[in-house]
């Protein structure tokens, strides 16, 4: 089994900035890739970012605006938002994946005001 648990949501003004980090604990062995999910209310769970050993791929709505980084020493990915808009609220949930399971944590909550 593989632990998450997500910290740094919050509520930010449009035009601000949030860093999210999701720290991994238990069997991180044969972790091939992490990455962060969303849902908004009524939506449906979207990617927004995944990093492997030697790749990052983002969602389209958040290219150029968010930069997810992983600190192997710390067990920890990062996602960094700057530029927030309103349609950036939603739940934003961390995941990691083996070959055969993918891991969630509870996720946590962003809000972006106007």
């Known amino acids: 089994q593989v632990q998450l648990v997500e910290s740094g949501g919050g509520l930010v003004q449009a035009g601000g900035s949030l860093r999210l980090s999701c720290t991994t604990s238990?069997?991180?062995?044969?972790?091939?890739?992490m990455g962060w999910y969303r849902q908004a209310p009524g939506k449906q769970r979207e990617l927004v970012a995944v990093?492997?050993?030697?790749?990052?791929n983002y969602g389209d709505s958040v290219k150029g605006r968010f930069t997810i980084s992983r600190d192997s020493t710390k067990n920890t990915v990062y996602l960094q938002m700057n530029s927030l808009k309103p349609e950036d609220t939603a739940v934003y949930y961390c995941?990691?994946?083996?070959?055969?399971?993918?891991?969630w944590g509870q996720g946590t909550q962003v809000t972006v005001s106007e």
């Open positions: 238990g069997n991180i062995f044969s972790i091939t890739s």
């Open positions: 995941t990691a994946r083996k070959p055969i399971t993918t891991y």
């Open positions: 990093i492997t050993s030697d790749t990052a």
